[in-house]
């Protein structure tokens, strides 16, 4: 099991970037696929985007493609969401999220999560 710790969330226009941190603690980090959810009031948790961690290969939820870009640095045991283009819909809470599972997408397939960072996008 890692332990995860997400940082860099805040207050940002329409428009206007910001980029997520994901700091792991505990064993094996370059063993896991790492992923990004978000969570809306009132909605269920989502899928954004994971990188895996035998091919590091990327896959992102279609709302978030080509504005979002999921990247990791297994030497500082760190993965990172840089977000681009926001847009009020993008307003969540944004969590953190490890697996052994290479492609998984869905959130009860990831055992290891963090506390979250909220992002809010005003229009």
């Known amino acids: 099991q890692v332990q995860l710790v997400e940082s860099g969330g805040g207050l940002v226009q329409a428009g206007g970037s910001l980029r997520l941190s994901c700091a792991a603690s505990g064993r094996g980090f370059s063993t896991y696929t790492m992923g990004w959810f978000r969570q809306a009031p009132g909605k269920e948790r989502e899928f954004v985007a994971f990188?895996?961690?035998?091919?590091?290969?990327?896959y992102y939820a279609d709302s978030v493609k080509g504005r979002f870009t999921i990247s990791r640095d297994n030497a500082k045991n760190t993965v990172y969401l840089q977000m681009n283009s926001l847009k009020p819909e993008d307003t969540a809470v944004y969590y953190c999220a490890a697996t052994k599972c290479v492609y998984c997408r869905s959130p009860r397939d990831f055992g290891s999560w963090g506390q979250g960072t909220q992002v809010t996008v005003s229009s």
């Open positions: 990188v895996n961690w035998n091919e590091g290969n990327t």
